[in-house]
């Protein structure tokens, strides 16, 4: 089958690379359409030491299964497949199991194929009203999702996202259903336009965005030394900058709580005395669950087709990664012929 | 009055340092014993860009008052002093009030001296069943009983303290009272002996504590790949050391708990993509409540008195900083003559 693989710190793209063999419990999927995500771009720099077919964001369509429900479904896929045997898969946990694969990143070749194989019970099926591009965003939509799993975030908390990369641009479209008082932050007015579009008041700058952490929103906490006073109640970084962490830290009120969504290769330059002396909650963040972000594209309520930056033949994949890393990019996406 | 007197870069001795006045609300406290922390050895070192009378561990008597309740009553005192009037002194929480004072590190001069000032608000009474030096304690103390405020330890989750150090050697006989799964890991045989004579489970090693984080522990989440597993549910960093978070961050199970206590001096070698892969959370914890901290002294639950590694005269408060800051001192204690 064709596939594009990473190996040897090379990308090629091959015609005849053998099709996944499916174990049993698990389905062979044909895949129709998938979505080149940051962590693809990472690998091909280094990051997990992964070699084999990229990917991991797709939708396809099930040709065999194990137990006969899945033959012909249309479905999206969890990434994390555990080893099923032990204390954290037997605690629903797969996602953390540490014998487990992950598809396109640890063990277990990627989406950038004709087809691949996952165990059913990662598999969801997508309602009509999902098209296979909008399916795409299921699982980074997913991610998103992951945070209200973790924090319990009141119509009251004050809430900033930042960075307006793809998973930033998702993660405001969720909180924005939680709270009234969210705020978006990044560096590109017309990835901004997205959200302004959807009501989010946002913020343009740098690391330390115009109009925030600035005297004007400090109102609730006034002290008297006249410095700087950190703001919000939750900061989510996004940015996927290493600098991110340190920004969210000047964003933070005390004893306010950061969600980490942010890997980047190297270390991270941030003074986490300020973590212990503010007491500050960090939490770190990663694939969620797929039901409420299914539920959320059916109602139409978080838009993506706005956030697909160009759609490549799969045979162009090597130019959809170069596109996919160009700055101001937001979701590229490769259809795969039939 | 006498006062040890950080100024210029010079630590000094004086003995005519200026009584400090008493605002409105607020105490006289004549100090009987001061204790020496870490934290004092850092401003020496240029944390906090502090001046004026160093300590914040004291014992004391009330000779001046406001309200005339606390007047020749023994007092331990909180060290964060409040605005009054803004939000977070309004909810209680003059502990992060960003115009506060700190006893000896912020704003406010400290209590290696004669005489110091506190809010009343700031005070607690002290039971007779405490003594003089037992009561120096209590800061110190209560700040390892923050941990229970923030986070929920039950007795069946596993915990392990890191360090043992002061700060550590207190956490560890604080959270021995909660979890019957506790393992203090520290570099000093003999520091670790005093947790041992309470029946506490200790491992001696360096950053990568002998005992632990071997496969002897890895029976509860047996993966298949056979890499190194994370264990604890909770992990606490008291090592006082950039390198702790490291250290922590290998022994902390997937979804797991990281309580920082160390501030040090520059930044941390830590990766924090681990945090997010493996969604840590990752929790500064500072200053704590008195009450508990009086109620375990004054019951005898936690053994103070073999953490008292010297006793000095103020008039050698000079050799008292350099005993403490000595590779294996624990507590070094300054008593004023009357």
Same mark, same amino acid.
């Given at each position: ?100 694969? !992950? *598809? ?8 950038? &194929? ?6 059913? %019970?990662? +598999?969801? $099926? ?47 479209? !969720? *909180? ?8 978006? &932050? ?6 901004? %336009?997205? +959200?302004? $579009? ?66 980047? %290769? ?70 795969? %012929?039939?």
């Amino acid at each position: 089958m064709k596939a594009l693989v990473f190996k040897d710190n090379e990308l090629r793209l091959e015609s005849d690379y053998p099709r996944p063999r499916r174990s049993r419990g698990e389905a062979l999927v044909r895949v129709t359409v998938a979505g080149i995500c940051a962590t693809d771009l990472e690998i091909v720099k280094g990051y997990m030491e992964f070699e084999g077919v990229l990917g991991h964001e797709f939708t396809g369509v099930v040709e065999e299964d194990t137990s006969g429900r899945w033959l012909g479904k249309r479905v999206a896929g969890e990434i994390n497949a555990g080893c099923g045997g032990c204390g954290w898969c037997e605690a629903g946990l797969a996602n953390h199991c540490p014998g487990r694969t !992950v *598809l396109g990143i640890a063990g277990r070749d990627g989406a950038f &194929a004709e087809y691949l194989t996952l165990p059913e %019970a990662n +598999l969801h $099926a997508l309602p009509d009203g999902i098209s296979d591009q909008e399916a795409v965003f299921v699982e980074p939509l997913a991610a998103a999702f992951e945070i209200l799993e973790q924090v319990d975030i009141s119509s009251k908390d004050s809430v900033c996202v930042l960075g307006d990369g793809r998973l930033g641009l998702l993660t405001a479209q !969720v *909180l924005a259903g939680r709270t009234e008082s969210l705020l978006a &932050a990044g560096r590109h007015r017309e990835k901004l %336009a997205i +959200l302004q $579009a959807r009501g989010i008041k946002t913020a343009l700058g740098g690391a330390r965005p115009v109009g925030i952490g600035s005297k004007q929103n400090v109102s609730r906490f006034n002290g008297e030394t006249g410095e700087q006073l950190h703001e919000f109640d939750f900061v989510v970084d996004c940015t996927g900058d290493a600098g991110g962490l340190e920004a969210a830290l000047d964003l933070v009120r005390p004893r306010g709580t950061i969600i980490l969504k942010t890997t980047a %290769a190297g270390q991270r330059p941030a003074d986490l005395n300020r973590v212990v002396v503010d007491e500050i909650t960090l939490i770190g963040s990663r694939c969620g669950p797929f039901p409420p972000a299914i539920q959320a594209l059916a109602k139409k309520e978080i838009d993506v087709k706005n956030m697909i930056s160009a759609v490549f033949p799969f045979d162009e994949a090597h130019r959809a990664m170069r596109a996919a890393a160009q700055q101001g990019a937001l979701k590229v996406l490769l259809t795969m %012929a039939r």
